[in-house]
């Protein structure tokens, strides 16, 4: 599979967005009451479902390298899978949300759904192919039942 940037870079190109977005876009900033709150809930949320799904991986002993779905030994489909195929973005998702939450960013509104629609497109629809040839109607099924996100 070839990637144009792994989904570790992604997300380090969103957190930079979005620090640029609050420095170079100041009138765009907002703070509330329960920001930092809000903020810590996000972090916590993304790293307990990004840990959960890398320990569904490491327990099923099967890659969790993004950037080769082909080695894949096994369909993980319990824990956090059982709601949705990529926790691990999901997480990513989470984590940029806590950071633009921290910040105070409208910029938030641009740059997570602009993450969302490139990992779907550039890493989620190439796993997914990946994974069909791999596991044939069993992954076929887990995708009737799961959905892609959440």
């Known amino acids: ?15 930079l967005l979005l620090y640029a ?10 703070t509330f ?32 390298n993004p950037t080769t779905p082909g080695k894949a030994k096994a369909l993980v489909s319990d824990g956090f899978y059982r709601v949705s195929r990529n926790p691990m973005y999901v997480a990513d998702v989470l984590l940029l949300l806590a950071f633009g939450a921290y910040l ?16 779907t497109e550039f890493q989620i629809k190439p796993e ?11 992954y076929l099924d887990y995708c009737a039942r799961v959905r892609r996100w959440l």
């Open 1 to 15: 599979m070839r990637l144009l940037l792994p989904p570790p870079v992604v997300l380090g190109f969103g957190l």
């Open 104 to 119: 105070g960013t409208a910029t938030i509104f641009v740059v997570v759904p602009a993450f969302v629609w490139y990992l």
């Open 33 to 64: 009451a329960g920001q930092d709150a809000l903020a810590l809930l996000f972090l916590i949320a993304g790293l307990a479902i990004g840990g959960h799904a890398l320990f569904r991986f490491i327990l099923a002993r099967t890659t969790f």
């Open 128 to 138: 997914e192919e990946h994974l069909k040839r791999l596991f044939g109607h069993t």
């Open 21 to 30: 977005g609050a420095k170079l876009f100041p009138a765009l900033n907002v």
